[in-house]
Structures are given as structure tokens and as C-alpha cells.
């Protein structure tokens, strides 16, 4: 389920992504973000290899799971829930269209 979770959410991410970058930045925007995910795994592996050391595989695995258990108790809070859409623009065109 996690796997299908993270194929979903990358779809709905690079439609957001492309619909609300503009053109010009979209390949700085796109290269960005597959630099700071992509960075994200050697610094997981650390963080699992020190855990692991720490308190062992079955206490690593144990962590893992609160972690997965902590990030949905997140997405099921009420200001995640409330938000139905994704921003059609930017924030600051956004608030100088409301004046």
C-alpha cells in the first residue's frame, strides 16, 4: 500500500508541479526536487543504519512502523483534511487578485 501511496502522490505532485510552475522554471523546479528527494535516501540509510546499531534490527523496524503510524495520525488531522484543492497560483498573485 505504501508503494502505491508514494505512485499516486508522485503523479498528482508532477501534475501540480507542471500546471503551477511556469514554463521557464519548470526544468530548475523539477531538477531541484529530484535532488532534494533523491538526497533524502543516503541520509535514511544513515538514520536506519544508526538505529539499527542503536537498538537493533527488530527496535529499528518497531521505529519504522510509529513512523508510518505517526505520518498517517498527521494526514488525518483536520487542517489536512480541510484542504480539498491545490492552489491554481502562486500566493502572492493570490492576494494582490483579492484586492
Known amino acids: 500500500m505504501v508503494a502505491a501511496a508514494i505512485a499516486v502522490s508522485n503523479i498528482v505532485i508532477g501534475s501540480f508541479r507542471q500546471a503551477y510552475c511556469p514554463p521557464v522554471l519548470l526544468g530548475r523546479v523539477t531538477a531541484t526536487m529530484s535532488l532534494l528527494v533523491r538526497a533524502g535516501i543516503p541520509a535514511g540509510a544513515l ?53
Open 47 to 99: 538514520a536506519a543504519g544508526a538505529i539499527a546499531a542503536a537498538v537493533g534490527v527488530r527496535g529499528a523496524l518497531w521505529v519504522l512502523m510509529t513512523c508510518f503510524a505517526l505520518s498517517a495520525a498527521l494526514l488525518a488531522t483536520p487542517a489536512i483534511r480541510s484542504v480539498r484543492d491545490l492552489p491554481r497560483q502562486p500566493a502572492v498573485a493570490m492576494s494582490r487578485a483579492a484586492r
